[in-house]
């Protein structure tokens, strides 16, 4: 069973800087790609930062330049450094891995239990 454990959250004031990381139980480089998700209050999940495994970034539009996805594969732990932090920046933010099973099965998906990024003065 895969786990993947958040850590790194609290309270920031705007302009501020905060690393998220994500522990996972096992070998980061077993999945896919690994990510980055958040969830603001009535609002839908919604992707932040991913890795590939092979070393491919891609990034939401409203965090291009100000968010940095990487990893440390012999801690296997990925890393979200967030900085110059907006109010809107304000969610729990999920660590995802998906682990290819073949074209029959798809993707699985594991998450993590989240943790609370507040971004305020």
């Known amino acids: 069973q895969v786990q993947l454990v958040e850590s790194g959250g609290g309270m920031v004031q705007p302009g501020g800087s905060l690393r998220l990381s994500c522990a996972a139980s096992g070998s980061i480089l077993s999945f896919s790609r690994m990510g980055w998700y958040r969830q603001a209050p009535g609002k839908e999940r919604e992707l932040v930062a991913r890795l590939s495994k092979d070393g491919v970034t891609n990034y939401a539009e409203f965090v291009k330049g100000r968010f940095i996805i990487s990893r440390d594969s012999a801690k296997n732990t990925v890393y979200l450094q967030m900085s110059s932090l907006k109010p809107e920046d304000t969610a729990v933010y999920y660590c995802?891995?998906?682990?290819?099973?073949?074209?029959?099965?798809?993707?699985?998906?594991?998450w993590g239990q989240g943790t609370q990024v507040t971004v305020s003065s």
């Open positions: 995802n891995a998906d682990e290819w099973r073949g074209i029959s099965y798809g993707f699985l998906n594991y």
